[in-house]
């Protein structure tokens, strides 16, 4: 019977590691560590009050992140490039991650390898942890017998991805997050603060200005059952709408509107085409053929707009055009890529050139997200002031109008 223990060890380099291991006993968890070429420190048996974490929810436990896969490869290249054979790779590394469902998936890939197969046709085996693109890279890798150099390259390529999430999502967070403050707050002072107004002014019989019966006439409807009638059709509305995205359709036409919307649109097409040109220069740099790499970089590049631009070059290249010229016949990639694509075609460097391009992608994304945080940030919060503020005035309008009236009689 295994159990978890912590360890605490240094590396080559005299740096403190910490992580957990599943063994037998600590003499077994103290051979692995410097069969990792690691000094142990400390290494006790992992506390067991409060959850294991074994509940699993499928879609939220059962993930797995890419960065726990860019470590886990790194991992992997440095053990390969020391002279471990892959299977007792594999086992090291599967007693050293902490991530479940990634654990279960190394352990069957060495199962898989241990039995014969390829370590690609063994990865190939699990697709919601290994994409296709990785597979292939790895299948490129054992061709040439560079699976380290392969794998090194994987974990670069997939934490630029991870990176570009991060910065994507970044350009996102605050604005969702103020308008979702925004309507918390207005919500709670229709609930809350506008019926204390209502009944004070009703029981002094007097007529209200516009704006502060539109702001009552809200009040009463959320307060009401047409709220929960509001809140089913826009549920009813998103859950179409998200039916109709995943359509072959809906995704084609979301796409291509993605692109046309201002202020995002242009970023969206940025993101589209750093994915573009990084997934399809490490592909070629890795030994990928330029067909097969055009076709895993259509299935991994995130919009159909480009996607469908990357089959038809396929189509052109097979037929013995260059990249370039089957690319310049779609306005979607913009001139300076075909340029750089024909650039590298005339050199033979058509992966380097498009790794040059990726990198100027990602430094544009970096600068267009960093602009548009700094433009929204004071739009945003004045839109949350107008918000509340708009509802503050229209409840103090009739009190401004009494106090008109009763002044000539105080005086």
Known sequence: MTTTYDYKVRDRAGKLVKGKLDAESVPVVATRLREMGYLPVEIKQTSSFGLRGDIGIPG????????????????????VSAGLTLVRALSVLADQLESKPLRTAVLDVRADVERGSSFSSSLEKHPKVFSPIYVSMVKAGEASGQLDTVLLKLATQIEKQVELRSKVRSAFTYPIVVVVLVIIIVTAMMIFV???FKHLYSSLNGKLPLPTQIVI?????????????VIAVVVLLVAGFLRWKKSDRGRDLWDSLKLRVPVFGPLALKIALSRFTATLSTLLLSGIGIIEALEITADNVG????????RNAQVGVREGRSLASTLSEYPVIPSMVNQMIETGEESGTVGDMLGRVATFYDNEIDATVNSMTALLEPVL??????????IVVSLYLPMFNYVKLLSPATS
């Open 303 to 310: 919009n159909r707009v480009v996607a469908r631009a990357a």
């Open 217 to 229: 006439k809200i009040s009463n409807t959320i307060a009401s059952i047409w709220a929960l009638a």
């Open 194 to 196: 506008v019926p204390t």
């Open 381 to 390: 919060i004045v839109f949350m002031g107008v918000c509340v503020g708009a």
């Open 60 to 79: 939220i436990t059962d993930r797995v992140k890419l960065k726990e896969v860019a470590i886990m490869s790194r991992q992997l290249a440095t053990m």
